[in-house]
């Protein structure tokens, strides 16, 4: 309410599940005891019929989703060359992509350090669903990448992209701590679906990487992974890193579940596993960490782990860090030929990878491991 609102009105700001259809609404107006007026800026401006009351109503916590990684401090002011991960994987970095400029491939995560310069000239302009973002009183990381996770993830994508003119928009979702909640990263996916950019009206985004999840299903969740999959966008999730089953929302049947390899092509331990895994990519363990971009600045993370100069790339280990590499290869293949489904090219990428442990499908590969030259190469066969 506001000063200038009578006791008996209040703004109601439209959620997802509103009803669409006005006859539909004005059911639901009736059978809440409400009048609907105009309260401008997209909200409703109700009115208590005669006989009505407002009462105060208790709604469920939001369910905690963590990021899927471990930082390993590894500061580094140089990049790290070809690294093991895009050597086991077969990453190409030229090829022909005429459909590059309609795709682009989202990281709904932590945020993205826009002047880190493996990424410059690459990123779409940050969608931000967190806002304030301070960190012991020191530091606010609106609008940026406050943990170092995002930029990671961003940093093996372009790593995997390549010559390929496939923009990454970064949508911050989870603040510094790198612990979000269900509904701002729900909104995350599905601000990344509804993104169009008037400059470029043919480009959209045609794949997520969602780095992230926790024990508990979150219809919330699913209903946005849902509703990216209704617009034809395929959306990649890191399985978990506790050796347990798949975490959520990998485990939900509209995900493409990724499970983590090591530098030695086994299986890490830690990676969750169960037959919800439909393919495997590296990610690292105590012995070799992925390394990619870090942020340019100290992050919170940089501040708990005592590190005391910004440097601009760094270790991380999980399956957070193998999901990136199968969403950047999921790219490709939209840029080759954008009249793919996203079920198209799950399949595609699954039919590729090479077979880890027992024959065929398995709880702890799924198909097996990412193999980027035998999906691009099958894909410009079906492309010609």
């Known amino acids: 309410m506001n000063a200038d609102m009578l006791p008996e009105e209040m703004l ?3 959620g997802p599940d509103f009803p669409s259809r006005s006859v539909t609404r004005s059911a639901w107006f009736k059978a809440a005891g409400l009048r609907r007026g105009s309260g401008g800026l997209g909200l409703l401006l109700m009115t208590m019929l005669s006989g009505c009351t407002w009462h105060a109503m208790e709604f469920p916590a939001a369910d905690a989703y963590r990021i899927q990684a471990e930082y390993v401090v590894v500061a580094s002011s140089a990049g790290s060359g070809a690294d093991w991960n895009m050597l086991q994987i077969g990453v190409i970095t030229q090829g022909a992509y005429p459909d ?5 491939a989202a990281v709904v ?7 880190h310069p493996d990424l410059a000239g690459r990123l779409l302009p940050l969608q931000d669903m967190v806002g304030d973002d301070s960190y012991d009183g020191r530091v606010n990381f609106r609008g940026k990448d406050g943990n170092g996770h ?4 961003a940093g093996i994508m372009a790593g995997v992209l390549g010559s390929a003119n496939c923009p990454i928009l970064p949508v911050k979702a989870i603040g510094n701590s790198g612990v979000g909640d269900d509904r701002t990263i ?3 996916v599905r601000a990344a679906v509804d993104y169009r950019d008037p400059a470029r009206p043919g480009l959209r985004v045609r794949v997520i990487n969602l780095s992230v999840g926790g024990k508990t299903s979150s219809s919330v969740l699913e209903e946005a992974i849902r509703y990216a999959l209704s617009q034809d966008v395929l959306v990649v999730v890191a399985a978990g890193n506790r050796e347990r089953g798949v975490d959520y929302p990998a485990a939900e049947r509209v995900s493409l579940a990724v499970g983590a390899t090591t530098i030695k092509d086994q299986l890490a331990s830690y990676s969750n596993r169960g037959p919800e895994l439909a393919i495997s990519a590296p990610g690292g363990d105590g012995s070799e960490s992925v390394m990619s971009a870090w942020p340019t600045y100290l992050t919170a993370a940089d501040f708990k782990k005592g590190v005391g100069a910004a440097h601009a790339y760094g270790g991380m280990v999980g399956t957070s860090m193998a999901a990136p590499h199968v969403t950047a290869t999921a790219a490709l293949l939209f840029a080759m030929d954008n009249r793919l489904t996203a079920e198209q090219v799950r399949t595609r990428l699954q039919a590729t990878a090479d077979d880890l442990g027992p024959v065929g499908p398995d709880p702890y590969f799924g198909l097996g491991r990412l193999n980027v030259k035998q999906a691009l190469a099958k894909g410009a066969h079906d492309a010609q």
């Not at 590059?100 to 682009?104: F, L, S, T």
């Not at 995560?109 to 002047?115: I, S």
């Not at 995002?150 to 993830?153: K, L, P």
Request: no cysteine.
């Open 186 to 188: 729900a909104r995350g």
């Open 100 to 104: 590059a400029a309609q795709v682009a």
């Open 109 to 115: 995560d932590t945020g993205v350090d826009p002047r």
């Open 12 to 14: 109601l700001a439209p």
């Open 150 to 153: 995002g930029t990671h993830i």
